[in-house]
């Protein structure tokens, strides 16, 4: 499984924007960028992924590096309840047998002080 | 549809004891992926399923744990003869797709006392 590289935690401010960066200089051609949170008692719950362009949705924006082998998580305006665990996952877009899972790594654990 | 639900949501056992878990996916998925979780670690991936057919299955799934989709539609775990590391909690997800979004249950805590 392609491996990926993010900080054991980070800390930000409430209402201000929150960039959690993640290395995969092993990506290959057709794995996906997955990002996944797990606020505390819960399970993890989507956030948002992509493959080559930057994506936005209601919760996030992915910046992909143009060699892919980064991307960084942005909350445009964190509030308190965007603190969680924040997982940067790659899985294969193809029909490898064996690949069609998430494999979570340790996350970044993600402090906004009020 | 609610979600991904999980039963029982709590559980405690003696060592030796056997256990099962349940979860019903959202019913039009036909992706369902098992993860035990311990403190302080991400989730590890065990099994899953796409409709009734186990594709894989991790090497952290001992013989003591099995699992089932009898219909593809809700999927037991069961742990035999239970032993202490295997405090866990114990997510179920559900995907229509590979590579599209998983929704998590909530998990059920499982201590082996």
């Known amino acids: 499984d392609a491996k990926t590289t993010q900080p054991n935690s980070m800390e930000s401010n409430e209402e201000e924007p929150v960039h959690l960066p993640c290395n995969h200089s092993?990506?290959?051609?057709?794995?996906?960028i997955h990002w996944y949170r797990q606020l505390p008692s819960q399970g993890p719950e989507y956030v948002i992924h992509?493959?080559?362009s930057n994506v936005n949705n209601r919760m996030a924006s992915l910046a992909i590096a143009e060699d892919r082998k980064s991307s960084t998580l942005i909350l445009h305006r964190a509030t308190l309840r965007d603190a969680a665990v924040y997982y940067c996952?790659?899985?294969?877009?193809?029909?490898?047998?064996?690949?069609?899972?998430?494999?979570f790594g340790q996350g970044t654990r993600l402090t906004i002080n009020p | 549809d609610t979600g991904v639900s999980q039963d029982p949501r709590h559980k405690i056992t003696k060592r030796g004891q056997n256990v099962t878990f349940r979860c019903d996916p959202i019913?039009?998925?036909?992706?369902l992926y098992w993860y035990r979780q311990t403190l302080g670690q991400g989730p590890e991936f065990l099994t899953y399923?796409?409709?009734?057919?186990?594709?894989?299955k991790s090497r952290l799934l001992s013989d003591r744990f099995s699992a089932e989709r009898p219909k593809g539609s809700f999927s037991t775990l069961e742990i035999q003869r239970t032993e202490q590391g295997d405090s866990a909690m114990y997510l179920c997800?559900?995907?229509?797709?590979?590579?599209?979004?998983?929704?998590f249950g909530q998990g059920t805590r499982l201590t082996v006392v």
């Open positions: 997800a559900s995907s229509l797709a590979s590579n599209t979004e998983a929704f």
């Open positions: 092993t990506i290959s051609g057709t794995d996906y």
């Open positions: 992509g493959l080559t």
């Open positions: 996952i790659l899985m294969r877009g193809d029909m490898i047998q064996g690949a069609q899972k998430l494999v």
């Open positions: 019913s039009e998925h036909n992706r």
């Open positions: 399923f796409q409709n009734e057919a186990q594709l894989e």
